[in-house]
């Protein structure tokens, strides 16, 4: 089955009350978890990125929630959100295999499962994000933003107002510096 | 370590960490060449820092240019992989009698697995899907079921047979369909690396199977490459057929958020706006997929940007052309389609139009049916004309035209012209004067003084904006025109009045435009059309709906619908509303719109037409020569419309019975046009009916006529029911007074069956014509048959008082004609002095009347009678009646035969131009 059957919400006839904070997060929670399901599809289309699927959800919300005051609170409670399915996920992978190795997940993207992929502890990571803010904080809050909240550089460019090209650079250098603090490399 | 010693350690390290974060960063911001110097002179010797940072650097180097992927991927691609493995744990589960077997795909609605189920000798393998979504209702379920059995019944080889389903254990719906093997068509194209031809005719076949679906009532809604699998046999078959439309209904019953079912690259317009699906919204589909099939690249969206820029760009973006997106998809070359970017020139013309055809944003637009489709796929296989042809104005005009040729549909016709008169005679208009007139306004000002240079700059710059509104309007309304003209095809043979109002009113004709001026420019059209065709209460209706828009309109927007709102309130006979209207217009003109002259002229003609409507006779016809003045000055009209001012004034001043300026007028506005090349119109029509009409006042009788006939023969354009009526029944009164009583009354009969069919029997049009039709009828001396038809008529006239008058002078003359004697005599002849004080128009129909009157009587021998009632015209026309017409020959006759002197030979002569030779007043005047 194909994205083809995803919300798509359009229509004023959707409106919903306005949710309060927390039903909001519910919300997001739900719709990324249920738009994480889609993407496991093995014929989940590929230009269905992620950004596409978080533009669709934040177009749902913002047009059935009066809740979401701007884009910017809601990319916040996004990767919130996304941070939180990852932890969640990944603490019942671990519970399951007994304290095993189950937060350990490919970060790759399977389509070259031959090759050597990078693996990464995604509880790690967030540790690693967390040091990076103390570091720097532009460059935790474009891996946030890019990674979690699936926006392009240019979005977050104008989340944050700043040029692409300086996104760009902030993504290459957290990058390195993440890498560097997981011990992962090629 | 104790923890006090740890502590600064951290912050140290905490410190460092940022400190080689800053560095990294802002090495970054350099050139590479001059990150060494720039790192030597910040790390300042620290060499573990400086060694940190050539780390880090390596690593961005590595990670360019690299297939290393670390973070690559957004978190939700890792969720996916980490969030569960549910849909494959439901495997070995029952669902209604089928095992499901394996997990065959997920998408964000629901999974398909394939299952089985166990006969006693067979087993059925299918295609199992279970819908995640809230839990049906009971009208649900019943609705659920009846739909079922629809899909159950869809018997076709091209669709996949709908097996069976129902609601699982944990209430979700539960689908079973034929399971298919084989390949998307898009990818079974390139895999086979089918030509064009085939692919065409694949995608034929495809439409065979659609068709028969919609035949079945049955529409797909979710039409798209992945829904059509070819088998290895070849043939295609449809999947999910009315899934979408039962998903649609589960989801928006059982939970409050929209899932509808579709893709947004193959949703039709309509569909993505949520209005109305039918059989055309999957024509627009197949439309897609022939696309895609032909391009390799989907029409609108292609790439990764999200479904709401693909939904935007489905309702607005043009559609690239097959051979355009085919050289995209070559030059990309990512594509299998690259290795047939040769064929782009196929794809030129036929193909061309058969994608515009099937993907028009307007549903009318589009193919008929999915058998149309097919059909002119095929047409184009076998090199036959295809019937999707571009959408040109004057193609789309010609052929409609050729189909109602002999369809007759003059009516349909008329309505179509009125549409063409707005819209292309609008664009015949010399521009090019228009723009000249205005540099020399703005060089004539900039002359006289500096200041007033500038305010002639603004001017002109303010003019250049109405022109581009002026020039988007008449955009907005070719493209409608286009849009009725292709409705009205595809009714078939014959069009009626009332199917193409009903088109013209339509407003999913066009869809919206996104501009809303544009949008308001529009409607003001369709109220003009309304207007235009007489039918005041729905300009008005519609004049209700729009006015509350209007008020951050531009003053134009505002003026215009009050001048329109003014006219109709004139012609429904509400004159405070009228009053109202008119005050409203004069406050929104702006000050570009007082200067410009072309709106003050109209509410000028507003100004007289209520005047005139409340008596005052003078003022009405002062305003009309005011506006016709106002509107040969206006800076800001084309030249049609000057003419069609000044036109309007023409007939203004014929009503008010000033023949003299209404002639001079309408010989004004056909200078005008004739100046500006405007060829032939409506509002020219209805000068030169103007000019007949006076000829018809003045009694120049068989001038009338053959003026009347001229202008009927010009079929260079087609007139309104209305205007048309109006000028049959006149030239059937001349007829009746130029004794061919078969002909008027032939004439008079079709012209008051034509309106009134067209307009309704009830409607006061209708009422009006009828009346009209009384005189020609007693004249023609069916006076029986004239009482009976005003006694049927009177009730309704009872409360049209605007009718009642001419009704009861009309009574008057009939009872003296059908029994003569002192008192009906006396009776007439006071209703018809009567009547001539509301005017000089009236005056001179007083004074006809009663010259008939006395004629008739005379020819019947009973001279005295006729005697009394010359004498009582000749009292009434008194110096207001000249020329050499019918009329005053007459009253120079009777004044002679009174007096007891012989008939004036220039009057006699004068009688036999108007009336002919050998009519019998000629020779009653004239004994041999």
Redesign the interface.
């Known amino acids: 089955m194909e994205a083809g059957l995803f919300a798509l919400p359009y229509s004023k006839a959707h409106m919903s009350p306005a949710a309060d904070p927390e039903q909001l997060f519910a919300s997001i929670y739900d719709e990324l978890k249920r738009l994480a399901h889609a993407q496991l599809a093995d014929r989940a289309p590929r230009t269905l990125c992620t950004t596409a699927l978080v533009h669709e959800a934040y177009i749902k919300l913002i047009r059935g929630d009066a809740g979401v005051q701007d884009r910017h609170h809601f990319v916040s409670l996004v990767v919130r959100a996304m941070r939180q399915i990852l932890a969640d996920a990944a603490r019942r992978r671990m519970a399951e295999k007994r304290g095993g190795d189950g937060a350990m997940v490919t970060l790759d993207t399977g389509h070259h499962d031959d090759q050597a992929a990078a693996s990464v502890d995604v509880l790690a990571l967030e540790h690693a994000i967390d040091q990076l803010r103390g570091m720097h904080e532009r460059l935790a809050t474009v891996v946030e933003m890019h990674f979690y909240g699936g926006l392009s550089f240019i979005e977050v460019a104008e989340l944050i107002g700043v040029t692409e090209r300086t996104v760009q650079r902030d993504w290459s250098a957290a990058r390195a510096l993440l890498e560097q603090r997981l011990g992962t490399s090629r | 370590m104790t923890a006090d010693e740890a502590n600064p350690s951290r912050a140290n390290e905490?410190s460092r960490?940022?400190r080689?974060?800053?560095l990294?960063?802002d090495a970054?911001?350099l050139d590479t060449g001059a990150r060494a110097s720039f790192l030597d002179r910040e790390c300042d010797g620290d060499k573990a820092l400086r060694a940190e940072l050539d780390?880090?650097?390596a690593?961005?180097a590595?990670?360019?240019g690299?297939?290393?992927?670390?973070?690559?991927?957004?978190?939700?691609?890792?969720?996916?992989?980490?969030?569960?493995d549910?849909?494959s744990a439901r495997t070995g589960d029952m669902i209604a009698a089928f095992r499901l077997v394996a997990l065959?795909?997920?998408?964000?609605?629901?999974?398909?697995y394939r299952a089985e189920r166990e006969g006693v000798d067979f087993t059925q393998t299918v295609a199992l899907?279970i819908i995640?979504a809230g839990t049906p209702n009971a009208a649900l379920r019943e609705r659920f079921r009846r739909e079922r059995a629809i899909l159950a019944g869809l018997d076709h080889h091209g669709i996949a047979r709908f097996v069976d389903g129902g609601v699982t254990d944990q209430g979700e719906l539960w689908f079973a369909m034929a399971l298919i093997e084989g390949d998307a068509i898009t990818r079974y194209a390139n895999r086979q690396a089918l030509d064009v031809a085939q692919r065409v005719a694949l995608l034929a076949s495809v439409c065979d199977a659609v068709a028969a679906a919609h035949r079945s009532l049955v529409v797909h809604r979710?039409i798209?490459p992945?829904?059509i699998v070819v088998d290895a046999a070849g043939a295609p078959h449809l999947l999910d057929f009315g899934i979408a439309k039962l998903?649609d209904e589960s989801v928006s019953d059982a939970t409050?958020?929209?899932?509808?079912?579709?893709?947004?690259h193959?949703a039709a317009p309509e569909q993505?706006?949520?209005e109305a699906i039918t059989t055309a919204t999957d024509v627009y589909a197949l439309g897609v997929v022939l696309f895609e099939l032909l391009t390799g690249r989907r029409p609108f969206g292609s790439?990764?940007?999200?479904?709401?820029?693909v939904?935007r760009a489905v309702l607005e973006d043009p559609r690239p052309s097959l051979v355009q997106a085919s050289a995209a998809a070559t030059d990309a070359a990512d594509s299998a389609v690259a290795a047939h970017g040769a064929r782009a020139r196929l794809l030129h013309g036929d193909l061309e139009h058969i994608v515009e055809r099937a993907m028009a944003r307007e549903p009318e637009r589009r193919y008929a049916s999915a058998a149309a489709l097919a059909e002119d796929l095929r047409r184009h296989l076998d090199g036959r004309p295809i019937r999707a042809r571009p959408d040109t104005l004057g193609y789309r005009v010609n052929k409609f035209v050729q189909r109602h040729r002999l369809g007759v549909a003059l009516a349909a016709l008329a309505v179509i012209a009125l549409l063409a008169t707005t819209a292309a005679s609008v664009l015949q208009a010399n521009r090019a004067e228009r723009e000249s007139r205005r540099a020399n306004l703005a060089a004539e000002t900039a002359r006289s003084e500096s200041a007033r240079a500038r305010e002639a700059a603004e001017v002109a710059e303010q003019q250049r904006d109405a022109a581009r509104d002026e020039t988007q309007r008449q955009d907005a309304l070719r493209e409608y025109f286009v849009a009725v003209l292709n409705r009205a095809s595809d009714y078939g043979k014959s069009v009626t009045p009332e199917q193409l109002t009903e088109i013209v009113a339509d407003p999913r004709l066009v869809g919206a435009y996104k501009d809303p001026n544009l949008q308001r420019a529009l409607d003001l059209a369709i109220i003009d059309f309304f207007m235009t065709r007489g039918e005041y209460p729905r300009a008005l209706a519609l004049l209700d709906s729009l006015e509350p828009h209007l008020a951050d309109a531009p003053g134009r927007y505002r003026a215009m619908a009050a001048t329109n709102r003014g006219f109709a309130s004139v012609r429904t006979g509400k004159l405070d509303a009228a009053d109202a209207a008119l005050v409203n217009a004069e406050k929104s003109m702006s000050a570009e719109q007082r200067r410009g002259g072309g709106l003050p002229s109209r509410v000028e003609m507003l100004r007289g037409q209520l005047q005139r409507a409340r008596g005052e006779l003078t003022a009405a016809a002062t305003a009309a020569r005011r506006s016709a003045e106002l509107a040969m000055a206006a800076t800001d009209v084309s030249e049609f419309e000057r003419g069609a001012i000044v036109g309007s004034a023409a007939v203004a001043l014929l009503q008010l019975g000033e023949l003299d300026s209404a002639e001079s007028f309408a010989e004004q506005a056909e200078r005008v046009w004739k100046e500006a090349g405007v060829t032939a119109n409506v509002s020219m029509r209805n000068v030169a009916t103007v000019r007949t009409n006076a000829l018809f006042l003045r009694g120049e009788l068989l001038a009338a006529v053959a003026g009347m006939r001229a202008i009927n023969g010009d079929t260079g354009s087609t007139e309104s029911i209305p205007s048309r009526a109006a000028r049959d029944i006149t030239e059937a009164k001349a007829l009746a007074l130029l004794a061919r009583p078969d002909q008027a009354v032939a004439k008079v009969d079709a012209a008051v069956g034509k309106m009134c069919s067209a307009v309704g029997r009830e409607s006061l049009d209708c009422l009006r014509v009828r009346l009209s039709s009384i005189d020609t009828l007693y004249i023609a001396g069916q006076i029986a048959r004239a009482r009976s038809e005003l006694g049927s008529i009177q009730p309704a006239i009872a409360k049209q008082p605007p009718l009642l008058a001419a009704a009861n002078s009309f009574a008057a003359l009939l009872d003296f004609l059908l029994a003569p004697d002192d008192t009906t005599l006396a009776r007439a002849i006071a209703v018809a002095t009567d009547s001539a004080k509301a005017g000089a128009l009236p005056r001179r129909n007083a004074v006809r009347a009663l010259l008939v009157l006395a004629e008739t009587i005379d020819a019947r021998g009973n001279h005295g009678y006729a005697e009394t009632l010359a004498r009582a015209a000749i009292n009434l026309a008194s110096e207001a009646i000249d020329g050499t017409g019918m009329d005053s020959s007459l009253l120079s006759l009777w004044r002679a035969r009174l007096a007891g002197k012989s008939s004036p030979p220039d009057a006699l002569a004068n009688l036999a131009a108007a009336l002919g030779k050998t009519h019998p007043w000629l020779l009653a005047h004239n004994p041999p």
Do not use: C, H, W
């Open positions: 905490e960490g940022a080689a974060a800053l990294l960063r970054l911001d780390g880090l650097l690593r961005v590595r990670q360019v690299s297939s290393s992927e670390f973070l690559d991927q957004p978190a939700l691609a890792l969720a996916g992989r980490l969030v569960d549910e849909p065959l795909g997920e998408g964000g609605m629901g999974t398909v899907k995640r979710d798209k992945s829904n998903l409050a958020t929209d899932a509808r079912a579709m893709t947004p193959y993505i706006r949520g790439g990764s940007i999200t479904p709401f820029q939904q």
